[in-house]
């Protein structure tokens, strides 16, 4: 159960007035997160939006003190909670909830990331596209790499957008910047993001998967961008490494719970023996690209991580210590 904070709450006129809610799961990045919040307070728009900041540290919530003080101050409107089972999951899904019933006029809802910064436009670009008609709409999340960052890592994929023009796109992959109609949330069942996802990972994936399924649209805005600092500890050799492995573990628990029948299982097992041999074509045309070698390993660390998934060893990248 989320813990709302002890700060007013506005009143239900107040709080009919806003269209856009901009919703933020925190953890343990308080000067992060005041940047991000920052950035929120910096947006250039005319639509009347709120914030919705969950923290996912019940025993040392620094993130809920740093939103709440934009708040007091008047910088920004909203509210912030606490969400008390650990799990990013876990904390998506109550902010997301939280803005639903805090704000029941609000047409659309938003996330950005704890770590990330959205330039002034990025709100205005974002309702634009779904004004025009798109259900769920997503935009970049662009690397900012310290300078001594290697081509090995400015190169690999795991750093970089899915698309890179404006226009409609067969589904979005990532929440760190997204924008959902309401509409969305009440065709699919509760709880939003799927809790088994917590610590693995691609929770949102697995979402916008069903959402696809249901029918919803994408549009990609690429204007509506967000950049995201590349800390030290990501730039290492393991770090991507895990990562590959991680993403193959996602697709394929994605993919395994859409199997539902012998036929469907087996087709997955036959998928998972096929992109052997599929990945390393990836890999090879990569290089051929001029891509680094280390980059041209992402192919080939997905199928591995879908292997290992399927025989039942699942990494848990997210899981925190207390």
Request: aromatic letters at 10%; hydrophobic letters at 45%.
């Given at each position: 159960?989320?813990?709302?904070?002890?700060?007013?709450?506005?009143?239900?006129?107040?709080?009919?007035?806003?269209?856009?809610?901009?919703?933020?799961?925190?953890?343990?990045?308080?000067?992060?997160?005041?940047?991000?919040?920052?950035?929120?307070?910096?947006?250039?728009?005319?639509?009347?939006?709120?914030?919705?900041?969950?923290?996912?540290?019940?025993?040392?919530?620094?993130?809920?003190?740093?939103?709440?003080?934009?708040?007091?101050?008047?910088?920004?409107?909203?509210?912030?909670?606490?969400?008390?089972?650990?799990?990013?999951?876990?904390?998506?899904?109550?902010?997301?909830?939280?803005?639903?019933?805090?704000?029941?006029?609000?047409?659309?809802?938003?996330?950005?990331?704890?770590?990330?910064?959205?330039?002034?436009?990025?709100?205005?670009?974002?309702?634009?596209?779904?004004?025009?008609?798109?259900?769920?709409?997503?935009?970049?999340?662009?690397?900012?790499?310290?300078?001594?960052?290697?081509?090995?890592?400015?190169?690999?994929?795991?750093?970089?957008?899915?698309?890179?023009?404006?226009?409609?796109?067969?589904?979005?992959?990532?929440?760190?910047?997204?924008?959902?109609?309401?509409?969305?949330?009440?065709?699919?069942?509760?709880?939003?993001?799927?809790?088994?996802?917590?610590?693995?990972?691609?929770?949102?994936?697995?979402?916008?998967?069903?959402?696809?399924?249901?029918?919803?649209?994408?549009?990609?805005?690429?204007?509506?961008?967000?950049?995201?600092?590349?800390?030290?500890?990501?730039?290492?050799?393991?770090?991507?490494?895990?990562?590959?492995?991680?993403?193959?573990?996602?697709?394929?628990?994605?993919?395994?719970?859409?199997?539902?029948?012998?036929?469907?299982?087996?087709?997955?097992?036959?998928?998972?023996?096929?992109?052997?041999?599929?990945?390393l074509q990836r890999a090879l045309r990569m290089l051929r690209d001029s891509k680094h070698p280390l980059a041209a390993t992402h192919p080939i660390g997905i199928a591995i991580g879908r292997l290992l998934a399927s025989v039942g060893a699942t990494p848990q990248p997210y899981r925190y210590?207390?």
């Amino acid at each position: 159960m989320t813990r709302a904070s002890r700060l007013p709450l506005e009143s239900i006129a107040d709080a009919a007035r806003f269209e856009a809610v901009v919703c933020i799961p925190t953890f343990r990045r308080p000067e992060m997160l005041r940047t991000t919040l920052e950035s929120i307070e910096a947006q250039a728009t005319n639509v009347a939006f709120a914030v919705v900041v969950v923290d996912n540290d019940a025993a040392a919530p620094v993130g809920l003190d740093v939103a709440q003080s934009f708040f007091r101050e008047g910088r920004l409107s909203g509210v912030a909670a606490v969400e008390p089972r650990q799990g990013n999951v876990h904390a998506i899904n109550a902010a997301f909830r939280l803005a639903r019933e805090r704000y029941p006029a609000a047409e659309y809802f938003l996330m950005i990331d704890d770590d990330e910064r959205a330039e002034p436009r990025w709100l205005e670009e974002m309702v634009a596209s779904a004004r025009q008609g798109a259900d769920i709409v997503g935009g970049p999340v662009t690397p900012i790499f310290p300078e001594e960052a290697k081509a090995a890592f400015r190169d690999h994929p795991v750093f970089w957008p899915a698309f890179g023009a404006t226009g409609p796109v067969p589904i979005i992959y990532g929440t760190g910047n997204c924008l959902m109609r309401r509409e969305v949330f009440d065709g699919l069942a509760e709880p939003a993001l799927d809790p088994r996802f917590n610590f693995l990972g691609g929770g949102d994936t697995e979402f916008f998967t069903r959402c696809r399924r249901a029918g919803f649209t994408f549009f990609w805005r690429q204007e509506a961008q967000i950049y995201e600092q590349v800390t030290p500890g990501r730039l290492a050799l393991g770090w991507v490494l895990r990562r590959s492995l991680a993403t193959g573990a996602i697709n394929y628990s994605i993919d395994r719970l859409a199997a539902r029948s012998l036929r469907q299982r087996l087709l997955l097992i036959a998928k998972n023996l096929a992109l052997g041999p599929v990945s390393l074509q990836r890999a090879l045309r990569m290089l051929r690209d001029s891509k680094h070698p280390l980059a041209a390993t992402h192919p080939i660390g997905i199928a591995i991580g879908r292997l290992l998934a399927s025989v039942g060893a699942t990494p848990q990248p997210y899981r925190y210590s207390s």
